[in-house]
């Protein structure tokens, strides 16, 4: 069993699992129940200003959209933050934390943008004994349009401004929680590293309509014949998610950043997967809302079994897949690769056929007795077919060594070269 | 009343009414919306599917599963109907685990095949369910065709007949169509009467009409069909019955198993029929394995199928021959019968695995099923069944040759027979 303990920005947990700030995460029952399930930590669900909580609405707050026998892919919500007084949230929180002192207990936030607003706040954690605050400057439905949430995080100068607040009038680790609703997330990952900021974390959801009622013409969820757009999140926003992890980690500006990574976490594997693009720990919410809080022990087994199989620790995984994310044009354009099926392995479904003959580059044959061959003189290694192939493995892409000369192009694989010295790059004749 | 498995000769009631409906009830249960969903969900949506390949009717398989998958059965049910028009009972009788389910590429994958069959009765029956005919007459021809039996072939040609425009008379010599589908097919394969209904159905494309009670031969010839239609289909199946041609055929207690198999169907309250105690099935057919599982749903106590041939050569699929067993019919290969023995009624069977090896089976009742066969040619032969085409004659479905005798090949022989009807009569 590896050592999972996580030291995430100073705070202590005993796996590098959390809960995102979220339903689960939204009082002392729930809380309580996901620590004795094994989260190492949590970041309680957003809190705001003193007085009337906000309110919720009554109709369907999720929307989803599914896979195969259902399978839930993607879930979109319109929830605001907590609609539970201030008062009963902190009085819930310190006594949790009082309880489970080695797991880690964040509290997001998310108040008005002045200053007095967050140092009003901030003053009423203090005897908490909470372990941080994160800021809520992500979620892009309700709060948004009263000027808080993603309306903070889609503007670079006001996450520096009110993380400097933050750091200005709480001892408190800080870490900002991004909204995905921006052309380049490494903005706003800059301005809260230049407002003091202790890590980001992202993503929080995306905007999003989950399905259309094709009866009555109303977006999905329906409230009342009307809808509106929600945040998405779940294993549909994962690759979204990862990028954006993987740009934060390896920019200039935000490099060495601590990033508690989010977005459709679900098994170990997606985990690690976070946490090998630059991520120190991770957040996870659709996954326990989806099947409940014992998901968890299988990421903790399946992390454990990962790192010791590779004679890892933890903090060995963390950015270790960081210096291979590059631009495209330093990618090598003398790797070759072929298709190959496993005739052994292939069950003749045909699909392989279909998506090239239909979609690419017409470079599978249909032999007698329905074997499929890729022809190497005109496959261009796309992938498509190892895609579609329902057989893990049937398909494999197999690189030619270099000297070998290249059916299709008729080249010799030679050795690394990109695209900045290629003949065809219009910028290199520019430079001559 | 008081009668079990154990009471010796042929009798009825071994089992109370309400078991013997039990049992015939409920031998392959409908999918309901979600394991349909997620039945669908399986389907790989192969390119030129082997599913298709396989399927004598040639059912766009994954198009219609597809169709499923996404929420709407009917369109599903209107792809498998515009190629076979008795995919409803298709569904329920094919023995898909020999097509289509045995070429689908999960079965070489895991040897779990898409439940094609289940499926496919899913969005027919939804379709059927409510009443609607999904297709329209083409523009009336003027012309009149003859159908000749009103099972699948029949039935199948008529419809396409009368779809492209033609109208046609069918006439079927029993009191009531389907063929088949109504007659031959096990009982608990076509519950709720619904050959019956599939025929009503079908009917409601319009410009056909079945004449029953109205036999080839007896109340008109081929020639008043020649002189009075532009074209006439045979779909007169096998009405006879091969016979052992062995010492003791006549005692009593021996029968045919098709006329026993059409005494079920045709029996509201099946715990009335007589069955035997000690069952014997001569034949490695369809029929016999319906005759013998049957025998066993009724009460017999011991139900044994012999076969002369080898397991491999038996016709009823592995799947049927273990649908049988898991009944509780002994099966025996590679045994010929020799003779019947008893004095007014049958006692024991005597079979022979070779000129030394004989051993007799106690029975108070046999049932043959060792084929059936033509009884007349009103057209010219080719081999032991019917040419295909004889001028403005076509013949389709077990009469026919070539095709397995299957309900399937049926309707495909003839649907395909109507179109080359079309294309003759619009010259």
């Given at each position: 069993m590896a050592n999972l303990t996580s030291a995430f920005i100073g705070i202590k947990s005993p796996n590098p699992f959390w809960l995102a700030s979220a339903p689960p995460t939204d009082k002392e029952y729930n809380v309580r129940r996901a620590y004795e399930a094994g989260w190492g930590g949590v970041v309680w669900k957003t809190l705001g200003s003193e007085g009337p909580p906000v309110v919720n609405v009554n109709g369907p707050r999720y929307g989803a959209i599914w896979g195969?026998?259902?399978?839930?892919l993607g879930l979109n919500n319109i929830e605001l933050i907590t609609d539970r007084p201030l008062e009963v949230n902190l009085r819930e929180i310190k006594m949790v934390k009082r309880d489970y002192k080695d797991r880690a207990l964040i509290i997001s936030l998310m108040v008005p943008c002045d200053e007095e607003s967050w140092q009003d706040i901030l003053a009423r954690l203090e005897?908490?004994?909470?372990?941080g605050v994160e800021l809520n400057?992500?979620?892009?439905?309700?709060?948004a349009e009263r000027g808080m949430g993603s309306a903070v995080g889609q503007v670079p100068e006001y996450i520096e401004m009110v993380t400097r607040w933050v750091k200005k009038h709480s001892r408190m680790p800080c870490i900002v929680k991004l909204t995905?609703?921006?052309?380049?997330?490494r903005k706003p990952a800059a301005a809260a590293k230049a407002g003091g900021a202790d890590a980001v974390s992202l993503i929080n959801t995306i905007n999003s309509i989950?399905?259309?009622?094709?009866?009555?013409?109303?977006?999905?969820?329906?409230?009342d014949g009307k809808g509106t757009h929600g945040g998405y999140c779940g294993p549909a926003v994962k690759p979204i998610a990862l990028n954006m992890v993987a740009e934060i980690a390896r920019d200039a500006d935000t490099r060495g950043l601590p990033i508690s990574g989010i977005g459709g976490i679900t098994t170990w594997r997606d985990a690690a997967e976070f946490l090998a693009l630059g991520a120190g720990n991770v957040q996870v919410c659709t996954a326990a809302m989806t099947y409940?809080?014992?998901?968890v022990q299988e990421m903790i087994s399946g992390l454990s079994d990962y790192l010791d199989g590779h004679d890892m620790g933890l903090s060995d995984l963390v950015g270790r897949a960081v210096p291979n994310v590059?631009?495209?044009?330093?990618?090598?354009?003398?790797y070759v690769t072929k298709a190959k099926i496993d005739p052994d392995a292939c069950?003749?479904?045909g699909r392989c056929y279909a998506a090239c003959e239909d979609t690419?580059?017409?470079a599978i044959a249909i032999k007698p007795g329905r074997v499929f061959e890729v022809m190497d003189d005109e496959c261009?290694?796309?992938?498509l077919c190892v895609d579609v192939c329902?057989?893990?493995?049937?398909i494999t892409m197999v690189e030619m060594p270099q000297g070998?000369?290249?059916?299709?192009?008729?080249?010799t694989v030679g050795g690394y070269a990109n695209w900045?010295?290629?003949?065809?790059?219009p910028g290199v004749k520019a430079a001559e | 009343m008081s009668n079990s498995s154990q009471t010796p000769g042929i009798v009825a009631y071994r089992l109370p009414a309400a078991a013997v409906a039990e049992n015939f009830a409920h031998y392959s249960p409908a999918l309901d919306r979600h394991e349909a969903r997620v039945a669908a969900?399986?389907?790989?949506?192969?390119?030129?599917?082997p599913c298709v390949t396989s399927c004598p009717t040639s059912i766009d398989i994954p198009l219609f599963i597809r169709q499923i998958a996404t929420g709407t059965p009917d369109a599903a049910a209107k792809t498998i109907f515009a190629q076979n028009i008795l995919g409803g009972m298709c569904a329920r009788v094919c023995p898909t685990e020999t097509l289509c389910e045995e070429a689908c590429v999960r079965e070489a994958a895991e040897?779990?095949?898409?439940?094609i069959g289940s499926l496919q009765r899913f969005a027919t029956d939804t379709l059927m369910g409510k009443g609607v005919h999904p297709f329209a007459r083409a523009a009336l021809t003027g012309k009149k065709v003859a159908v000749v039996g009103a099972g699948p072939a029949g039935l199948a040609c008529a419809h396409r007949l009368a779809l492209l425009g033609h109208d046609v008379v069918v006439m079927e010599r029993?009191?009531?169509?389907?063929?088949l589908n109504e007659f031959g097919i096990a009982a608990y394969k076509a519950t709720d009467d619904f050959a019956a209904r599939e025929v009503e159905w079908l009917l409601k494309i319009g410009g056909i009409t079945i004449e029953t009670g109205f036999e080839l031969g007896?109340?008109?010839t081929m020639s008043s069909l020649e002189a009075q239609y532009d074209a006439v289909f045979l779909g007169?199946?096998?009405?006879g019955v091969n016979t052992l041609?062995?010492?003791?055929?006549?005692?009593?207690?021996?029968?045919?198993a098709v006329d026993f198999i059409a005494e079920l169907r045709q029996a509201?309250?099946?715990?009335?029929l007589p069955v035997g105690r000690d069952v014997v099935v001569i034949g490695g057919g369809m029929t016999a394995v319906d005759a013998a599982v049957q025998s066993k749903l009724l009460g017999a106590q011991n139900v044994t199928m012999v076969y002369r041939r080898a397991k491999d050569m038996m016709s009823a699929s592995v799947y049927e021959q273990e649908h049988a067993t898991s009944a509780g019919v002994t099966i025996l290969y590679g045994a010929m019968p020799r003779r019947i023995i008893g004095?007014?009624?049958?006692?024991a069977v005597e079979f022979a695995y070779s000129d030394t090896d004989v051993f007799t089976l106690k029975a108070d009742q046999v049932f043959k099923a060792i084929g059936q066969t033509l009884t007349s040619m009103p057209i010219a032969p080719d081999g032991p069944k019917l040419v295909r085409r004889s001028g403005r004659v076509w013949a389709g479905g077990d009469?026919?040759?070539?095709?397995?005798?299957l309900t399937v090949t049926a309707v495909a022989e003839g649907r395909d027979a109507a179109e080359e009807i079309n294309a003759v009569l619009r010259g």
């Open positions: 195969a026998d259902r399978r839930l005897d908490t004994e909470a372990d400057f992500g979620c892009p439905h309700g709060m995905p609703n921006i052309s380049d997330i989950t399905g259309v009622d094709l009866d009555n013409f109303a977006p999905l969820p329906t409230i409940g809080f014992k998901v590059t631009d495209w044009q330093f990618l090598n354009l003398n069950i003749k479904c690419s580059h017409q261009v290694a796309c992938n329902p057989v893990e493995d049937c070998a000369v290249d059916p299709r192009t008729g080249r900045t010295t290629h003949p065809n790059n | 969900d399986r389907c790989y949506f192969c390119h030129d599917a040897g779990k095949p898409v439940e029993r009191l009531k169509a389907g063929g007896r109340d008109f007169i199946g096998l009405a041609r062995l010492p003791g055929e006549d005692l009593s207690g021996v029968r045919n509201e309250d099946k715990s009335v004095q007014l009624a049958v006692e009469c026919a040759a070539g095709g397995e005798d």
